[in-house]
């Protein structure tokens, strides 16, 4: 993690609502609150090596390797959203997303896919997939790919910003790869779910997923939908499973809603502990 993204994550935001005296004072503490934190950031790890390691993470379902790998898609995890050096090993409850995932991801464990999670974070989610489907490979999109804490021949991590076309346009649609499974786990705000969708249902496989989570933010949250827009994606995906295709959106093109409709097969949603999550499947 370098500093700009140390201050980006944890800083930014009391900074920009600071007085001039806090912004002076935290310009001041900042790179000793950076070195500081990165003592206690998570070394890399190699899951090539660490496959051969403990083989027996091989066998495991979903809620048990997103537990191991402190994975918000669990049960329980440690809160990694927290500064490092402020990080317990207290299990706090988690999204509980396991199951749902179980149940489309299962029948396809062992195909050989690619997948892509945009929003990975420090990778967590990325390494429980690795074990998960050992036969598949996997890319990791964050906007802070520095964060990433792991590495592997089936890994790939990469920039992407999901709040801006050109980005999702220039670093993954232009790739021309064919994903079966994206999973959308970026900042969760109004514009970006409704864009990564939209953009990216032709990049993926006939019978592939796409994923969204935290779906309900944007209707829930304040902070993700700071003008109160509509529809918003989770709106639009209840209007689609009423058979009510009126809808429409400024980040919506005519022909990807065009696409959309006519390649989804269906859309599934669900309610973990406390967010809910879509799974489209396309025809």
Not at 57 to 73: A, I, P
């Amino acid at each position: 993690m370098n500093i700009n993204t140390f201050y980006k994550i944890f800083y930014r935001h009391r900074f920009e609502k600071a007085s001039l005296i806090r912004k002076i004072y935290l310009s001041f503490v900042l790179p000793y609150r950076y070195v500081l934190n990165f003592l206690y950031l998570p070394t890399k790890t190699n899951l090539d090596k660490l496959e051969k390691e403990k083989k027996d993470l091989l066998n495991n379902d979903l809620n048990y390797l997103f537990d191991y790998f402190n994975s918000d898609k669990g049960n329980y995890y440690e809160n990694q959203y927290v500064q490092p050096f402020k990080r317990t090993k207290e299990k706090i409850k988690a999204h509980a997303y396991g199951n749902f995932y179980e149940k489309y991801f299962k029948p396809i464990r062992n195909n050989k896919l690619n997948i892509i999670e945009i929003g990975s974070f420090y990778g967590n989610a990325s390494a429980s997939l690795f074990f998960y489907f050992p036969n598949s490979f996997l890319y990791a999109g964050d906007i802070c790919p520095d964060l990433f804490r792991y590495n592997s021949k089936r890994v790939k991590n990469f920039y992407v910003n999901s709040s801006e076309e050109d980005s999702i346009n220039d670093n993954i649609i232009k790739k021309n790869i064919n994903f079966d499974i994206i999973i959308e786990d970026a900042s969760h705000s109004h514009k970006d779910q409704i864009i990564s969708l939209f953009m990216l249902f032709r990049s993926i496989n006939p019978g592939g997923l796409f994923i969204v989570e935290e779906l309900d933010f944007p209707d829930t949250r304040q902070d993700m939908n700071l003008k109160n827009e509509k529809p918003t994606l989770r709106e639009i995906l209840n209007n689609i499973k009423d058979d009510d295709h009126m809808f429409e959106s400024k980040y919506i093109s005519n022909e990807d809603k065009k696409y959309f409709l006519q390649n989804f097969a269906s859309i599934e949603i669900f309610k973990g502990n406390f967010n809910e999550i879509a799974i489209i499947k396309k025809k």
